[in-house]
């Protein structure tokens, strides 16, 4: 997560209004994807809605990408998902994070009005997938 973090602060910068919502402390679904016991990315979710989760703290390492690693941890959150009854996932990403955005939408998420917590965040993006 560490790593995700200063990713994150180097594209945004360590005070924008996305990083409120970044904490780990109630995450209860972690997938954490390791080559030769070493974590290489990470994702999680937690229920948004009686029908709904939330996809959050997606991240793969630099030396790794391009491999669709984020895409088979993001395919993980969605199974995991379904067994537990959930219909919809949506998540939200920075506008400078264009290697997130295209994964989602390269996987079926559809771009969505800012929710909830969301709406006044100007360069947050929201998406959501029907499963």
Request: charged content about 25%; proline content about 2%.
């Amino acid at each position: 997560m560490q790593s995700l973090n200063k990713d994150i602060a180097k594209r945004d910068g360590g005070t924008h209004a996305l990083s409120q919502f970044n904490s780990i402390a109630d995450l209860k679904h972690v997938v954490l994807a390791l080559q030769k016991d070493k974590a290489i990315g990470c994702g999680a979710f937690s229920k948004y809605d009686d029908l709904s989760t939330e996809i959050k703290r997606m991240y793969v390492s630099p030396e790794v990408r391009g491999q669709r690693i984020g895409e088979k941890i993001l395919l993980e959150l969605e199974n995991w998902s379904r067994e537990l009854g959930i219909s919809k996932c949506i998540l939200f990403t920075g506008s400078k994070q264009p290697e997130a955005n295209k994964l989602y939408q390269r996987n079926g998420y559809s771009i969505i009005s800012n929710y909830g917590k969301l709406k006044d965040i100007p360069d947050c993006l929201c998406f959501a997938k029907f499963l």
